[in-house]
């Protein structure tokens, strides 16, 4: 089964940017899709972004146009780039793995917005 491992949560101000970084155990070129994920305090996770193995990018509404996600093949990972923060983008980003039958998830990276 896939591991991922994310990377680059932090705390940043409103309208900052971030950059975080799935890496995975098997090279992303056999990973069938990859997504992020979020979760508020006392929220339901919440599905943030996709792509897929034939780059195909899905975004929720509520990231559209904010958020960037793609594949550092160099690096074998999956990254989410974020900018006009806001408050409420405060969560557990979480990077998730599909192949075939199995489904991985991480362990997540916190994201912190100040307003």
């Known amino acids: 089964q896939v591991q991922v491992l994310e990377s680059g949560g932090g705390l940043v101000q409103a309208g900052g940017s971030l950059t975080l970084a799935c890496a995975a155990s098997?090279?992303?070129?056999?990973?069938?899709?990859m997504a992020w994920w979020r979760q508020a305090p006392g929220k339901q996770r919440d599905w943030v972004a996709t792509?897929?193995?034939?780059?195909?990018?899905y975004y929720a509404d509520s990231v559209k146009g904010r958020f960037t996600i793609s594949r550092d093949y160099a690096r074998n990972t999956v990254n989410l780039q974020m900018s006009t923060l806001k408050p409420e983008d405060t969560a557990i980003y979480y990077c998730?793995?599909?192949?075939?039958?199995?489904?991985?998830w991480g362990q997540g990276t916190q994201v912190t917005v100040s307003s």
């Open positions: 098997e090279s992303i070129f056999t990973i069938d899709s």
């Open positions: 998730a793995a599909t192949k075939g039958p199995d489904h991985s």
């Open positions: 792509i897929g193995r034939d780059n195909a990018i």
